[in-house]
């Protein structure tokens, strides 16, 4: 039942701000929902008791539930959308924003959509959230976004939407296979025997709306132009949440269901991932507008996840699922701080900054510690993530391992220069206005700063919380492991 | 039975009322006597009586295609309210012509007969003809009924001629005696057969604007006054399919081999023509014109899976596509009457500025038009698609899956126009009844997203 309810309580206020005028209000309402939520997810996340769900017979000529529960995965995910969601409606707080009302309200349904996705239990329901999701963001992107707008959303919008229908053939297709009567329920679809060449071409029609959303090299073409001009809060649900989607349903879909695909273009996969590092890290390095900069960061740390993904040995699915939870609360206070420099500088243009921290110093210390956060220092969560990650990629190959090490190699390089670029140096003329942290900027970083350093210190909560869905993703692989030579490719 | 008769009467009531010159009763006359119809079709539901000989037998399947298309029709006629003010003269006509054709209609949905299919067909079309022309001054609207006369005519001589030669061929105009006339060639038909089947596909296809017999359609559209287009576009696109499906579904199933395989090239060409075309056009009725002949396609290809459930998700897809297609023209007419006659699809721009509401509302229609979760639209497709990824038909369900990308991005086109600032913006009038139907309809579609109905026919 609770499952529910954390599905419903960001869709009814949603609702319920369309009807308020009040900007200060509306905020709130959204803020308090969040928080509920928040607290209800962490409750099932620390509950002892067997996992809540809930199922209700929806569409009954084609035997499809409404049923909604969890697993260790879907409660990273959720804590993570959860977690966030009070940060990004916090991030407009205290700021002219037009149309509040609706802004919030897109702001809550999506977050309603996302949480429908990790909990749905089967492809149809699955499905129709992970479409739901693109809807409100659709519009928050096309009516308070950037320059360009127009076009960038809709090249965005038809782009996730084109893998989302390839995903729609799969669904039916797999449906089509379910012995009896036909279902959609993933338990069902995970028992199928799919004939190994099937699942080899069936791969790719589940993969690309994964790839897509994630996004892995080559279809990363929409990702740089919707982060720059999507606004703040936009861009935090994108890269906060909306890619952990992408590596959710990679999780939900092809592992349990096609492993012998899985296996089979498993090093394709690796490489496509590796060279987005490659290739995200030296685009990042060349780029002057800090919001790209960090869009082709965030890219190039998602793509390590990826590979992760696809090494699937036990060290790399837990530095996965850890770095899912590290990347979402680093980027979004990432897309805090660059939405604070843009407020007070009116650029985002690294050449027209500098010396900032003379100025906000505070700021720049803060902004200093999600840089290191980001770049996957020590005692931070970034590291204890990236760090199993690369392990993994090692039990691998080691070739793996070391284009891997790039991401921190080259994100170092590449963040601190920026950071060098936008903080340190001499006062400029034109800058000289700018004023420190006011104090909601306090409330919003200080908790964000303090989960990557708690998380860096001591990340074990969360591996316990991982471990059962770990071990049950890894043993998936094993049996088919000897179909694989039989293969007629 | 007592609704077909009860609506001929309806029509000539019509017609006479017409002779009071009193403009107000003509719509809320006509829309009670479609109620009337309405509950005497729902009595028939379960009855499945026969008439003249088995010629026409009201069933099921015929009684829920007629429900959908007098609901549809009751839509438009409320609409007629408001678009009728201003015309002085032969507003009875009107009315009475589209009841006519939806007499024609209900016909084509119950034939046994090929004698009657004709009978269905032409009743429905040659009201359509002169309802093409109903703007008398318009160089377009003279075009179009022209052009549809013209073509018709052609297709209907097709069609004639197929049927004398199925009939040279089997000596019987019933379509259950046809088909054991064909079972017993085992897959090798005669040719004179194979081509009377043929033309008379060929005929039916016209009326629903498959390709390769889809090119009246945009102009039409494009000519016609714009409500009888969104009559064209729904009801005569419902009865078509319903007579198509009879004819192949009920009639002739199993599908000769030659047969089939011309269908789905025309299914094939029918999506892709009808996506790609569309694309590239900015006057809004043409655009939905190549919908229409897009959406064509997606109700080809249920009906060529031919499966127990196919006629059910015909007529869900139908319904679904008529719900969402009738507000938009209306949208489409009071937008172009706010910016001085302009039909392209800028005239959409600063909408939401205007009338929020009515952007929210337009956005969820055109949503279910592209087929996205959670409107009825989505639902349709997937059913077709289930239909057709089960019944094993991969190659063309995938490349119907990339003609539905190419329809979300010319819907999404359209949706962007809405959502775009204009400098300067013509104040929008909409009446209470108009906003009233949009919203309905609007809601209408979410809902059936969610109760989605499969009926036993």
Known sequence: ?489 | MNALIFTTILGIIILYLGLTKNKTILAPTAIAGLLVTLFLSFKDWGLSSSFFHEMVIFDNFSVAFNISMIIITIVIFLFGVDYYKMMELHVAEQYSLMIFALVGAFLMTSFSNLIMLFLGIEILSIPLYILAGGKKFSFKSNEASFKYFMLGSFATAFFLFGIALVYGASATFYLPEIKTYIAQFHGNLPPMLLIGLLFIIIGVAFKVAVAPFHFWSPDVYEGSPTLVTAFMATVVKTAGFAAFYRLLGIGLLPLPVPLEKALWVMTGLTLLIGNLVALKQSNFKRLLAYSSIAHSGFIMLAMLSQHSSSASVILYYTFVYSVATVPLFIIFILVKRASNGHDHIAAFQGLYKKKPWIAVFMTILLMSMAGIPPTAGFLAKYQVFVLSISQGYLAISIFAILMAIVGIYYYFNVVREVFTDRDHLEPLVITKLNAGIIIVCGVAVVVMGIFVWHLPI
């Open chain 1, 1 to 489: 039942m609770i499952v529910l309810v954390i599905l419903l309580i960001p869709f009814i206020t949603g609702l319920l701000l369309l009807l308020i005028r009040n900007a200060a209000t509306i905020k709130l309402m959204a803020l308090a929902s969040a928080i509920v939520n928040l607290a209800a997810t962490l409750s099932l996340a620390f509950s002892t008791q067997a996992s809540s769900s809930y199922s209700v017979s929806w569409i009954n000529f084609l035997d499809i539930n409404f049923a909604l529960g969890y697993d260790g995965t879907s409660l990273i995910m959720l804590s993570l959308t959860s977690l966030l969601f009070p940060f990004i409606i916090m991030a407009g707080m205290k700021r002219e924003q037009e149309h509040p009302g609706l802004l919030y309200a897109l702001i809550l349904f999506t977050q309603s959509a996302l949480i429908g996705v990790f909990l749905a239990q089967n492809a149809f329901l699955f499905y129709i959230f992970w479409e739901l999701t693109l809807i409100p963001l659709y519009f928050i992107l096309l009516l308070w976004g950037g320059e360009g707008r127009r076009n960038i959303t809709f090249k965005f919008f038809i782009y996730t939407l084109t893998g989302s229908l390839f995903l729609l053939f799969g669904i039916i297709y797999l449906y089509s296979l379910t012995p009896g009567l036909h279902t959609t329920d993933f338990s069902v679809f995970s028992q199928l025997n799919i004939p190994a060449n099937t699942q080899v071409w069936l791969f790719w029609v589940l993969f690309i709306a994964f790839a897509i959303k994630m996004p892995v090299f080559p279809f990363h073409t929409w990702q740089p132009s919707t982060y720059t001009m999507a606004p703040t809060q936009g861009v935090m649900i994108l890269a906060g949440v909306m890619t952990k989607m992408g590596i959710y349903g990679a999780l939900r879909f092809l592992f349990p269901i096609i492993p012998a695909g899985v296996l089979y273009w498993q090093n394709t996969v690796i490489i496509l991932s590796l060279i987005g590092v490659i290739y995200a890290s030296v685009i990042a390095f060349r780029q002057t507008n800090l919001k790209t900069l960090i869009a082709f960061s965030s890219m190039a740390h998602i793509s390590l996840m990826v590979a992760a993904m696809f090494v699937l040995n036990y060290y790399a699915l837990q530095g996965l699922l850890f770095q899912v939870l590290s990347h979402g609360i680093t980027i979004v206070a990432l897309f805090y701080v660059v939405m604070l420099i843009e407020e007070k500088t009116g650029t985002l243009e690294l050449p027209k900054m500098g010396g900032i921290k003379l100025l906000a110093p505070y700021m720049a210390i803060l902004f200093l510690l999600i840089v290191l956060g980001s770049v996957a220092l020590p005692l931070t969560a970034g590291f204890v993530g990236e760090f199993l990650i690369i392990t993994g990629l090692f039990q691998q190959s080691i070739w793996f391992a070391l284009f891997g090490g790039f991401t921190m190699v080259l994100g170092a390089i590449y963040m601190l220069y920026a950071y060098q670029r936008v903080m340190l140096g001499e006062k400029r003329p034109d800058l000289e206005n700018i004023t420190d942290l006011k104090r909601i900027d306090y409330i919003v970083l200080i908790p964000l700063i303090t989960l990557i350093l708690v998380l860096g210190i001591y990340p074990q909560p969360v591996f316990n919380l991982v471990e059962t869905s770990v071990n049950t993703m890894q043993n998936l692989l094993v049996p088919v492991a000897d179909v694989l030579p039989s293969l007629p490719l």
